[in-house]
């Protein structure tokens, strides 16, 4: 199957119109994952002021993936090879990365990234160790 760039753009560019990047440090006091309830709320506000962090932003893209049925799957990686303290979580369609930290879709191949584990394609599906 192969993928619509254009509509995965525009669901990039509509999480980066909302998106306010925030710490979960800052924001929670600690790690937290939204759930889907949280994400639709902050989705539907549509006026920006969704804060929230790496995985919040990949995680409010896969969700616009699902309801565009675009199969997707969680990519957690370290952005610097090596470097166990700059992980980093994506959105991954069909070679294609969505993240917080680019305007634009990019390649995988093109971010020189190490993935580590990687999430199915549907919910509940388990994570898997990876290498690249």
């Known amino acids: 199957m192969t993928v ?15 998106f306010d990047y925030e710490y979960d440090l800052e924001q929670f ?12 709320a902050a989705l539907d506000k549509g006026r920006g002021g969704f804060k929230g962090d790496c995985d919040d932003f990949a ?3 896969r969700k616009l993936c699902r309801d565009a ?3 997707s799957r969680l990519v957690f990686c370290n952005m610097r090879p090596g470097d166990r303290h700059s992980g980093h979580l994506v959105l991954e369609v069909d070679g294609w990365i969505l993240s917080n930290t680019h305007k634009w879709l990019i390649s995988r191949d093109d971010l020189g990234w190490e993935w580590v584990s990687i999430s199915g394609y549907e919910k509940g599906d388990p994570w898997h160790n990876v290498r690249k």
């Open 59 to 61: 995680l409010a893209c």
């Open 29 to 40: 006091g600690g790690e937290y994952w939204m759930d889907g309830e949280e994400i639709l």
């Open 4 to 18: 619509d760039k254009g509509k995965l753009q525009k669901i990039l560019n509509k999480v980066h119109h909302l």
């Open 69 to 71: 049925d675009i199969d």
